[in-house]
T-cell receptor, first 116, second 114 residues
Framework: NAGVMQNPRHLVRRRGQEARLRCSPM?????VYWYRQLPEEGLKFMVY????????ESGMPKERFSAEFPKEGPSILRIQQVVRGDSAAYFC??????????????FGPGTRLTVL | DAKTTQPTSMDCAEGRAANLPCNHS???????VYWYRQIHSQGPQYIIH???NNETNEMASLIITEDRKSSTLILPHATLRDTAVYYC???????????????FGKGTLLTVNP
C-alpha cells in the first residue's frame, strides 16, 4: 500500500525560475492538502483541494503560487518567479474524503526547495 | 481550534516509557486531541487521536483527563527511532469537508537516549 508520494524530493532553482512540486495521494484518497515548513518553523497550511476543485486556498501567498488537482494525475503546487524566501520544505497530505467520517491526513516525505 | 501548550523538549532513556504532556485548557466539547510526530527531515506521521476516552493503538496510548483540559501521549517502550518532534493539536473532527486544517505549533522535541 504505497503512501503519499512527492517528487522531486529536492529541487534547486535560481531566483526568477519556476518550481513545480508534484504530489500523488494514497490510493483511494481524493483530498489533497499542501503545507509549507520554513526553516526552524512549524508547518503551515497552504491549500486544500479535491479533484478538479480548490476548496480552501487561504494559506497560499496571493501572488506567484498556484495549485491544482486534475481529474487525472498528481496534484501540482506551482511557484512562479521564485525568490529566496520560498526556500522551504513543502509537504503534501491526502485523506480519503469520507463524508461524515473521520478523514485522517497522511503526509508525504516532502519536497525541499532551495532557491539560489 | 483550541491553543495547545507543550514543553519545548524532553529526554527519555531507551526502553523506558515516554510521557509527553499537552495542555489544552480552552478545548471545546467537539474538539478532538490529535498527536502527530515529525522525525527529522521527514513528513509528519499521525500517531493517535481521541475525544474523551483513553485510546491505545500499536504506536501509543493517549490519556485525556476527565475535564479534557490536558492529555498525555505515552510511548510505552521508547526506542532511538522515536526521537522526533511531537505535536499535540486540538481541533474538530475532519468530517464532511470541515475542520481540515492542521495547525502545527512548535511541539516537543523528544530525544531518546541509549
Amino acid at each position: 500500500n504505497a503512501g503519499v508520494m512527492q517528487n522531486p524530493r529536492h529541487l534547486v532553482r535560481r531566483r526568477g525560475q519556476e518550481a513545480r512540486l508534484r504530489c500523488s495521494p494514497m490510493k483511494g484518497h481524493s483530498h489533497v492538502y499542501w503545507y509549507r515548513q520554513l526553516p526552524e518553523e512549524g508547518l503551515k497550511f497552504m491549500v486544500y483541494l479535491q479533484k478538479e476543485n480548490i476548496i480552501d486556498e487561504s494559506g497560499m501567498p496571493k501572488e506567484r503560487f498556484s495549485a491544482e488537482f486534475p481529474k487525472e494525475g498528481p496534484s501540482i503546487l506551482r511557484i512562479q518567479q521564485v525568490v529566496r524566501g520560498d526556500s522551504a520544505a513543502y509537504f503534501c497530505a491526502s485523506s480519503p474524503g469520507l463524508a461524515g467520517g473521520y478523514n485522517e491526513q497522511f503526509f508525504g516525505p516532502g519536497t525541499r526547495l532551495t532557491v539560489l | 481550534d483550541a491553543k495547545t501548550t507543550q514543553p519545548t523538549s524532553m529526554d527519555c532513556a531507551e526502553g523506558r516509557a515516554a510521557n509527553l504532556p499537552c495542555n489544552h485548557s480552552t478545548i471545546s466539547g467537539n474538539e478532538y486531541v490529535y498527536w502527530y510526530r515529525q522525525i527529522h527531515s521527514q513528513g509528519p506521521q499521525y500517531i493517535i487521536h481521541g475525544l474523551k476516552n483513553n485510546e491505545t493503538n500499536e504506536m501509543a496510548s493517549l490519556i485525556i483527563t476527565e475535564d479534557r483540559k490536558s492529555s498525555t501521549l505515552i510511548l510505552p517502550h521508547a526506542t532511538l527511532r522515536d526521537t522526533a518532534v511531537y505535536y499535540c493539536i486540538a481541533k474538530g473532527a475532519h468530517s464532511g469537508g470541515s475542520n481540515y486544517k492542521l495547525t502545527f505549533g512548535k511541539g516537543t522535541l523528544l530525544t531518546v537516549n541509549p
